[in-house]
């Protein structure tokens, strides 16, 4: 007869074995549900900034970038301007190109040029109150009757250039004692002050000259490359590398379409693939878009397997058409002149590209005339040159979008 102890220590360890197994089961079920939750989320991001499941098309501008890092001060990449029309990926391109220098050991500082862009910048890169050449307090709260204030930091025109210049030294004297160096990103550099430019652009130039290890990279609409250029204070940026944002190759959204549901689960037949790619056009904002309804035609229906139909793509790039109308296509016709809608309205009457003088007829002008919004609109990157002499639509749908919108397509 076996022992007593022998017993209970056998009925003890088989208790701690079931008390595993139960807790087992409950951390697999946990993860599986994780699992599947990550498989099911939308990897696509339509959003301003959202970073989307692969960088396509954009190999070219991250090697320019990368060589300018490895190449040494001095190198035409350490000093960028990023450009395109809305929609192409500018601040995705900033978000990449700042991973690479990260990847790299290098510290980034990424802002936006909206109004206080030096003084963001100087408090970004030290924390010494000391850098600041002057401080304005005003009234800015009021409770139960007793007012407070609260500070606001302002630099002047005047010290500015001198102020960044001593916050960057600082900051790259700690960088550079450890073998790397400072990447700084400004986004919608556009709507910057040109004050803070004239800051910004001084003090790199200084530390280009002095041999330290930074670089810069400017993104925004083509206006910002022709006030950059144009102003005779920043001479310095024209010799910055300069990169304009197309669209993206047809070939290469299809390729991505079919991987990026196929590695969560999905099938993605190359044809249907093909077909929701050659519907954005290329254009990067709306590749977000198509993917982006196109998994959710799919996962919001209950049906046996997981496989993309023509209905879900079909459904995709029409519920995209109608979001790209009001995001892109509507703001874009908003922010130009009469003569520019004009323009674009005589062109949508052609099923594709058209030469000036044809469009300056039915716009009953003449061809000097349509010529200067012509070159107004290839400057905005509104329009292309497909052939020489001959523009289109740089924008997809907009065509289509005056053909149902514009008055003068109503009867």
């Given at each position: 007869?076996?022992?007593?102890?022998?017993?209970?220590?056998?009925?003890?360890?088989?208790?701690?074995?079931?008390?595993?197994?139960?807790?087992?089961?409950?951390?697999k079920t946990v993860l599986v549900s994780k699992e599947g939750y990550a498989m099911r989320a939308n990897p696509f991001k339509p959003t301003a900034g959202g970073n989307p499941p692969k960088m396509i098309g954009r190999a070219e501008v991250v090697r320019d970038f990368e060589k300018g890092l490895d190449n040494g001060v001095g190198a035409p990449g350490r000093i960028m301007l990023i450009t395109g029309a809305r929609g192409t990926g500018k601040t995705v391109m900033l978000a990449s190109l700042a991973n690479r220098a990260k990847e790299r050991g290098w510290a980034v500082v990424s802002e936006t040029g909206s109004e206080g862009l030096s003084e963001r910048l100087v408090q970004a890169l030290s924390d010494r109150a000391g850098l600041v050449d002057k401080l304005v307090v005003r009234p800015e709260v009021s409770m139960l009757g007793m007012s407070g204030?609260?500070?606001?930091?302002?630099?002047?025109?005047?010290?500015?250039?001198?102020?960044?210049?001593?916050?960057?030294?600082?900051?790259l004297n700690k960088l550079e004692r450890k073998g790397v160096g400072l990447l700084v990103t400004i986004d919608e550099a556009q709507a910057a002050h040109r004050d803070d430019l004239v800051a910004v652009a001084t003090a790199i130039q200084h530390l280009v000259s002095e041999n330290r290890e930074v670089a810069i990279v400017f993104a925004g609409l083509p206006s910002l490359v022709s006030d950059l250029l144009n102003d005779d204070v920043l001479?310095?940026?024209?010799?910055?590398?300069?990169?304009?944002?197309?669209?993206?190759?047809?070939?290469?959204?299809?390729?991505?379409?079919?991987?990026?549901?196929?590695?969560?689960?999905?099938?993605l037949d190359a044809d249907l693939a093909c077909r929701a790619a050659e519907a954005t056009y290329g254009y990067p904002y709306m590749v977000q878009l198509v993917g982006y309804n196109m998994w959710d035609s799919v996962v919001s229906k209950d049906r046996d397997g997981v496989r993309v139909t023509a209905a879900d793509v079909m459904a995709g790039i029409?519920?995209?058409?109608?979001?790209?109308?009001?995001?892109?296509?509507?703001?874009?016709?908003?922010?130009?002149?009469?003569?520019g809608v004009e323009y674009l309205e005589a062109l949508a009457r052609f099923d594709g590209?058209?030469?000036?003088?044809?469009i300056a007829e039915i716009m009953g002008k003449t061809p000097q005339y349509a010529g200067t919004y012509r070159r107004r609109l290839l400057d905005a990157h509104i329009l292309f040159e497909p052939k020489r002499g001959e523009v289109d639509f740089a924008l997809p749908y907009l065509r289509d979008y005056l053909r149902r919108n514009s008055p003068c397509f109503a009867c």
């Open positions: 007869m076996a022992h007593p102890l022998f017993i209970l220590s056998i009925l003890f360890i088989l208790s701690i074995l079931f008390i595993l197994s139960i807790l087992f089961g409950i951390i204030s609260l500070g606001q930091v302002e630099l002047s025109g005047k010290t500015m250039p001198l102020t960044l210049r001593q916050a960057f030294s600082e900051r001479t310095f940026m024209r010799r910055a590398k300069r990169e304009v944002l197309f669209d993206v190759p047809i070939e290469e959204v299809s390729a991505s379409y079919k991987e990026t549901f196929e590695l969560r689960g999905m099938a029409a519920q995209s058409t109608i979001e790209l109308d009001a995001a892109v296509c509507e703001p874009e016709l908003a922010g130009l002149s009469a003569g590209s058209a030469n000036n003088a044809a």
